[in-house]
């Protein structure tokens, strides 16, 4: 009986295994139009044997008699539907394919559906180039991939390619047509657009000359005299450096004189060109560059002093002092008859017209019953200190620049004490001392390592009266 029992068990089993692997998938769906442009709806009715639904469902999508790939939509288990977005019209190939991950099963139908619900815009306007050797290049202004296109070139040739080149056998005058239409048959537009083209034959575009602008701030800009988007730039800067830019523009390390070349060639290696001429770099690294120092009197709080900080050389100046009153003169003095805050600026231009620069800078006006007057001087000057630089016959600060220390000292009729300060550009005191007298000389060594890079003034004050007597500028570098 056991022997029995466990037979009927094997029994059972071995149906049990053969039913498992009898288990079939059974691939069933259509694909219709939804009635929006391009838009497909998938209805999948794929099943296993046993009658469940299929664990996976996929459905391809490939171009009609190219077989190129278009894309594909996967359905959700249990979800019989999805839709599917083409943007061609077209005939299309599709595979629908189910697996069952239980059973293992695997199933697929194919089939074909055409798309012809695409909006399209016939328009036949085209461009084209004419390059060298008598190639002519050609587009249409709005390629569509719904179009089919008839090229006719005007010399009895024809194209049904989107975008050709064609050869002519000579230079001339020719009338080229483009014609477009519906290749998939969804409407009924076409469109032909003919024009008149000249052909050169133009056989020497690759022209290498150039030129070169040497800056004040170092850089170089290289420009080729006739730039052509179809070749091909190599710049050889004559110091080992070298560039594929069309336009570019190189710090050289040091002034002196270079050789710089330039190689063209057009992309379907029919010509070709090099020059090369002599670069002279100067590397001027001192671009002139506005600046002032505005600050009140010490004893009248209706006069300003403006001290010029300009660099450059060969300058002229315009100033605009913000209240419709403009000067051409280095040194103006100009005077505001009512309140309010103006914005003096300076521009300056040097003469060669290499550069230009504008600084700014606001006051404000307070006493509209006296005025106000702002007096232009030279660095290091106001009209109260005439006098006292005349006592003082001598006065130095070195090094200028520094990075480290800076010396001062004064000669002359040195009977009095005298004090410094050093003051950033904004008037705001960094550091105040008392300079070291001995007969008729004043000196002091100061320490200036922790000030930031920059430009700072040293004012030399009398101990006594407290007036400034002397400004001195010096660049921290």
Known sequence: MKKLNTTLAFLIMLFMSG???????????????????????I???????????????????????????????????????AVYQFTQNGTYNYYISVQDSITNCFD????????????????????????????TYFYPNNYDPNLAYS????????????????????????TACLTVWDANGGSNCADTICETITVTGNNNNCDASFNYLDTINGDTY?????????????????DGNSSSNPFPSHTYSSPGTYTACLTVWDNLGSCADTVCQTVVVTNNNVPCDANFYLFQDSTNANVYYIWDLSSGSNLSYSWDFGDGTVSNQQYPTHTYNSQGIFTICLTITDNAGNCSDTYCQSIEVLNKAQGTTINIVPFGQTADLAEEENILTDVKLFPNPTSSTINITLRGSVSANYNYQIIDVMGNQITLGELNSNQN????????????????????????????????KFIKK
């Open 19 to 41: 039913l498992t692997y009898a288990q079939t998938c059974t691939a069933d769906a259509t694909v219709n139009p939804t009635g929006n442009p391009g838009e497909v709806e």
């Open 43 to 81: 209805i999948d009715n794929s099943t296993t044997s046993s009658g469940a639904a299929a664990t996976y469902s996929w459905v391809d999508f490939y171009h009609g008699g190219t077989w190129n790939y278009e894309g594909s939509v996967n359905l959700q288990p249990n979800s019989n539907t």
């Open 441 to 472: 000389v004043a000196s002091k060594e100061i320490s200036v390592e922790q000030l930031q890079q920059g430009v700072y003034f040293v004012q030399i004050i009398e101990s006594t009266n407290k007036e400034k007597v002397k400004t001195l």
């Open 222 to 238: 290289f420009l080729p005299n006739n730039y052509d988007q179809n070749l091909s730039y190599w710049w050889d800067f004559g």
């Open 151 to 174: 090229w006719d070139f005007g010399d009895g040739t024809y194209s049904n390619v989107p975008y050709p080149y064609h050869t002519y056998n000579s230079p001339g005058t020719y």
């Open 108 to 135: 697929s139908i194919s089939g074909t559906i055409t798309i012809n619900t695409i909006a399209v815009n016939c328009d036949a306007s085209f461009s084209y180039y004419d390059t060298i050797f008598n190639q």
